[in-house]
């Protein structure tokens, strides 16, 4: 597979694999053997870019993802967060991005990721009762010591992006970015361009919602995390939102692709240092996302797209979420 470059110096695979649906938010989830063997098929296809975090399944995402690429250590790029708090007894409590924190909560990554350092560490949320100079600060002293290589953020405004960068270089942001939700592209690319960090898009196929697969009818199992975001649970957004898809199948049909390959390669053609990481948990989807790396769309085809392209309805979180994001 063709590979991108994220700051100045990470090189991965021009996509990535976003883990998270093996353990949680997108059932049915595989049993661990099938997510082992599946994350390993993944790496001989040419992936090298796997992202995950200690919140995904409390902890046990990092484990499937440590087990299954320790035989593979040398040939891949561990991407993991930190900055929710799991003492309590939910899944995700609040935000805690405290100095000692962050150094413990590494300690536990690198032993469920069986390694000795990990490759990109993002603080998942901005935590707004710890300066954000404090936290660049305590990875920066974790990069010194051999744990991290690379310091990465996720749903960071870009006020939050520039003091840390000025602290600890960031080697890239990770925020939501499609066909489907655009929001980036007013202030977050340009300030990424500007400062040289790379953009880590997820729900690039806007939570399968692109593929063409869902659509108004489409019922999700009862703890499938689309059935908490208002884009989904809206019936009538839904069908609106179908024009989206038929945009897509038109450019796919006479690119003889299909509509999530032509999503993942508009996000390819926007910058060169945009490394999307969808996730699946089958391999004929994998195949069919690490395909889109070759599929060359022409200015034409983009301007096509640019031109067609419906406005988006549903809010992406619910309000609870939503206050999480740095904007």
Same mark, same amino acid.
Not at 17 to 27: A, E, I, K, V, Y
Not at 159 to 185: D, G, M
Not at 220 to 230: C, G, H, K, M, V
Not at 309 to 325: C, F, K, T, V, W
């Given at each position: %597979?063709?590979?991108?470059?994220?700051?100045?110096?990470?090189?991965?695979?021009?996509?990535? &694999?976003?883990?998270?649906?093996?353990?949680?938010?997108?059932?049915?989830?595989?049993? !661990?053997? *099938?997510?082992?063997?599946?994350?390993?098929?993944?790496?001989?296809?040419?992936?090298?870019?796997?992202?995950?975090?200690?919140?995904?399944?409390?902890?046990?995402?990092?484990?499937?993802?440590?087990?299954?690429?320790?035989?593979?250590?040398?040939?891949?790029?561990?991407?993991?967060?930190?900055?929710?708090?799991?003492?309590?007894?939910?899944?995700?409590?609040?935000?805690?991005?405290?100095?000692?924190?962050?150094?413990?909560?590494?300690?536990? %990554?690198?032993?469920?990721?069986?390694?000795? @350092?990990?490759?990109?560490?993002?603080?998942?949320?901005?935590?707004?009762?710890?300066?954000?100079?404090?936290?660049?600060?305590?990875?920066?002293?974790?990069? *010194?010591?051999?744990?991290?290589?690379?310091?990465? %953020?996720?749903?960071?405004?870009?006020?939050?992006?520039?003091?840390?960068?000025?602290?600890?270089?960031?080697?890239?942001?990770?925020?939501?970015?499609?066909?489907?939700?655009?929001?980036?592209?007013?202030?977050?690319?340009?300030?990424?361009?500007?400062?040289?960090?790379?953009?880590?898009?997820?729900?690039?196929?806007?939570?399968?919602?692109?593929?063409?697969?869902?659509? *108004? !009818?489409?019922?999700?199992?009862?703890?499938?995390?689309?059935?908490?975001?208002?884009?989904?649970?809206?019936?009538?957004?839904?069908?609106?939102?179908?024009?989206?898809?038929?945009?897509?199948?038109?450019?796919?049909?006479?690119?003889?692709?299909?509509?999530?390959?032509?999503?993942?390669?508009?996000? &390819?053609?926007?910058?060169?240092?945009?490394?999307?990481?969808?996730?699946?948990?089958?391999?004929?989807?994998?195949?069919?996302?690490?395909?889109?790396?070759?599929?060359?769309?022409?200015?034409?085809?983009?301007?096509?797209?640019?031109?067609?392209?419906?406005?988006? @309805?549903?809010?992406?979180?619910? *309000?609870?979420?939503?206050?999480?994001?740095?904007?």
């Amino acid at each position: %597979m063709k590979t991108r470059t994220l700051g100045q110096e990470l090189e991965v695979s021009a996509i990535g &694999l976003g883990c998270m649906g093996l353990s949680q938010s997108f059932p049915p989830f595989p049993p !661990k053997a *099938e997510g082992i063997e599946f994350l390993r098929a993944a790496v001989e296809r040419g992936v090298t870019f796997f992202d995950t975090a200690e919140v995904y399944a409390r902890h046990a995402n990092e484990e499937l993802v440590g087990e299954a690429l320790e035989p593979l250590r040398d040939r891949v790029v561990i991407a993991t967060k930190f900055g929710f708090d799991l003492s309590g007894g939910d899944d995700r409590g609040g935000l805690d991005s405290r100095p000692e924190t962050i150094r413990r909560v590494v300690d536990e %990554m690198l032993q469920r990721l069986r390694t000795d @350092h990990i490759d990109l560490l993002y603080q998942h949320r901005v935590d707004p009762q710890v300066p954000i100079e404090d936290v660049a600060g305590t990875v920066k002293q974790l990069i *010194e010591a051999g744990k991290v290589r690379h310091f990465g %953020m996720s749903e960071a405004g870009v006020q939050n992006i520039r003091r840390a960068h000025a602290v600890q270089p960031l080697t890239a942001l990770q925020s939501e970015y499609s066909l489907f939700w655009r929001e980036p592209e007013a202030e977050i690319l340009p300030t990424l361009e500007e400062l040289g960090i790379g953009f880590v898009p997820f729900s690039p196929l806007g939570r399968g919602f692109l593929t063409g697969a869902i659509d *108004e !009818k489409t019922e999700f199992a009862s703890d499938d995390f689309r059935n908490s975001l208002p884009r989904f649970t809206d019936v009538e957004a839904r069908k609106a939102n179908l024009a989206f898809v038929a945009l897509l199948r038109q450019v796919a049909e006479r690119k003889n692709a299909t509509p999530a390959q032509v999503a993942i390669a508009w996000l &390819l053609a926007q910058k060169p240092w945009i490394v999307p990481i969808p996730g699946t948990k089958k391999l004929h989807r994998l195949d069919e996302n690490i395909a889109a790396t070759e599929l060359e769309l022409t200015p034409d085809d983009l301007r096509e797209i640019e031109d067609a392209l419906p406005e988006e @309805h549903g809010d992406r979180y619910s *309000e609870a979420n939503q206050r999480m994001i740095d904007r």
